[in-house]
């Protein structure tokens, strides 16, 4: 059989990406830094749809003609601006702590605005403790579905913190329309949930699974992007798409 070709859109770093190595069993897999990140030259916008532009980038760069992407966390704004540029290139769309905004007031926020003001004072305090308390939040040890020391160490390395503070600074309006470029798409979704998460929230990605009745939905006791149990969720989605080879 064909292998699926899978897009997997950092937030920042491809470091994030705990079970790439497993995805790589099954499909052909390419991920990379945003602008500014690791080796990647800056731009003169940083922002989710640079970092999207960046993928369709890697995309092109690999000869790409069909893909399927997917997002976790606050990658899902630049999946969104990549997803739409795609096309008729995209097969689907896979997203972890799915919901449609980032708004964190309203009677039904999606972020839980104390933890976020909280990670944006302690990242300009002590990045290196940023990093660990943020992928403690959202899984634990890397084993368990989190960042272990090694990986921690080498994402404080790559993400330098003048690019990640305004990262986390604009998150709620980064996501404003979000929902929207999501609603354009015509192609099968994913929508997965990390349950417990203390950052974003049920009510978050509840809206989410309203706002598309049609995706298939998978809830998981760890981040997607380092869950072994999101895994093989991936790949039966991934399986059901009809994905073209150039």
């Given at each position: 059989m ?23 069993e ?8 945003a602008?500014?990140?690791g080796?990647?030259?800056?731009v ?18 690999r ?9 976790d ?12 540029a ?22 039904r ?8 003001h909280?990670l944006?004072s ?7 403790t940023?990093?660990?308390q943020?992928f403690?939040?959202?899984g634990?040890?890397?084993t368990?579905?989190g ?17 990640a ?8 309006a980064e ?7 999501l609603a354009?798409l015509?192609?099968?979704?994913l929508l ?6 203390l950052?974003f929230?049920?009510?978050?990605f509840?809206?989410a699974?309203a ?11 760890e981040k997607?992007?380092?869950?072994a ?5 991936l ?11 150039a």
């Open positions: 064909e292998r699926p070709r899978l897009l997997l859109v950092p937030m920042l770093t491809e470091v994030e990406w705990v079970i790439r190595p497993l995805l790589e099954w499909a052909e897999v390419a991920t990379y830094d602008p500014g990140v080796d990647e030259p800056p003169e916008d940083p922002s989710s749809e640079a970092t999207g532009r960046r993928g369709l980038e890697e995309a092109d760069r000869g790409w003609d069909s893909f399927i992407v997917a997002a966390e606050f990658g899902v704004a630049g999946a969104s601006h990549l997803a739409v795609a096309g008729d290139r995209l097969r689907g769309i896979a997203l972890g702590h799915a919901r449609v905004s980032n708004a964190i007031d309203g009677p926020p999606a972020l839980n605005r104390e933890v976020l909280g944006q302690l990242l300009r305090i002590d990045p290196r940023f990093v660990r943020l403690k939040l959202t634990g040890e890397e368990q579905g960042y272990g020391e090694a990986i921690a160490d080498e994402w404080v390395r790559r993400v330098p913190t003048e690019v503070a305004p990262f986390y600074e604009a998150r709620e996501g404003a329309a979000m929902g929207e470029r354009t015509t192609v099968p979704m997965a949930q990390h349950r417990g998460c950052l929230t049920a009510e978050g509840d809206d699974v706002a598309f009745p049609h995706a298939r939905v998978f809830r998981c006791d997607p992007s380092t869950s149990e999101f895994v093989p969720v790949r039966e989605f991934c399986g059901t798409l009809s994905v073209a080879r």
